[in-house]
């Protein structure tokens, strides 16, 4: 099999099993990029019955620290930034949440029914400043063609995926997500600095390299670094100045959207 990031060989890596019903299935690791992989994943209709898995309770926790983290990144890397997309937004839980402190995201999914940002779904067929995509990339069985597509659409994707570096026992680490059989793409940090290298894209990454960028314009590689990689003492006094360096205050869309989803109502 060859790697679906290198496309040099992978090797058979570990057989294993996957739903409560211990369906096998195989797992192969490049031997150039360190990319793993499943065999083609036959299973993805079942895995998705659920499209949301009802083992992802960290569903909230996840969207408050990344909310968080981008907020930062945007307000001192990508400040001028006016239009964003949430692709594989899920039920919007983001996108409410960044609009509701002041950024003009939108969202996109096929598979999901959006609960919290409904009335601001984006499009395909339009270009944004930034787009992100959190717990997406893992789930991918074609992680070229998907990173081809998002790259139509920003010229600058942050994006979330935990990382196969380090992990001593494959077969049960939690991110394997054996109960739901989600997770089909593993990357190891060589696999996404080949990715970045191959589309021409400056690659960072930050909490503990579970959250990353990757994008053409140009980033100080040591200022982020300094702002999330960093918990020296002085260096987080440094990290609060960044932080509070000269941005416009942003005003919250909460209202406006209220406003613009009870006109919508009224009026259809």
Same mark, same amino acid.
């Given at each position: 099999m060859n790697c679906n990031i290198c496309n040099h060989t992978s090797d058979l890596f570990l057989t294993s099993t996957i739903f409560k019903e211990k369906t096998k299935i195989s797992y192969y690791k490049c031997s150039n990029c360190g990319f793993i992989q499943t065999e083609e994943p036959y299973w993805l209709e079942k895995a998705y019955s659920d499209v949301i898995a009802k083992t992802?309770?960290?569903?909230?926790?996840?969207?408050?620290?990344?909310s968080n983290i981008t907020e930062s990144i945007l307000d001192n890397f990508f400040s001028t930034t006016k239009k964003a997309l949430d692709y594989g937004a899920g039920f919007g839980?983001?996108?409410?949440?960044?609009?509701?402190?002041?950024?003009?995201?939108?969202?996109?999914?096929?598979?999901?029914? @959006?609960?919290?940002?409904?009335?601001?779904?984006?499009?395909l067929d339009e270009k944004y400043d930034v787009l992100t995509a959190f717990e997406v990339f893992e789930h991918l069985p @074609?992680?070229?063609?998907?990173?081809?597509?998002?790259?139509?659409?920003?010229?600058?994707?942050?994006?979330?995926?935990?990382? @196969?570096?380090?992990?001593?026992?494959?077969?049960?680490?939690?991110?394997r997500t054996e109960v739901s059989g989600q997770h089909v793409s593993f990357y190891s940090e060589k696999s996404l600095n080949f990715l970045a290298k191959k589309?021409?894209?400056?690659?960072?990454?930050?909490?503990?390299?579970?959250?990353?960028?990757?994008?053409?314009?140009?980033? @100080?590689?040591?200022?982020f670094n300094l702002l999330f990689n960093n918990s020296n003492t002085i260096i987080e006094r440094l990290k609060r100045?960044?932080?509070?360096?000269?941005i416009p205050q942003k005003e919250t869309l909460l209202q406006k959207d209220h406003e613009k989803i009870i006109n919508k109502i009224l009026n259809t």
């Open positions: 992802d309770i960290g569903l909230i926790y996840r969207n408050n620290i990344f839980i983001f996108v409410r949440i960044m609009r509701d402190k002041g950024y003009n995201f939108l969202w996109y999914d096929d598979y999901c029914q @959006n609960l919290f940002a409904e009335t601001f779904e984006g499009k @074609n992680p070229i063609e998907t990173v081809e597509k998002l790259l139509t659409l920003s010229d600058t994707i942050i994006f979330s995926t935990v990382l @196969n570096d380090g992990v001593t026992d494959f077969d049960k680490w939690w991110y589309y021409k894209l400056n690659y960072v990454s930050c909490n503990n390299k579970s959250l990353h960028v990757f994008t053409k314009k140009e980033i @100080n590689k040591n200022n100045k960044l932080i509070t360096k000269k």
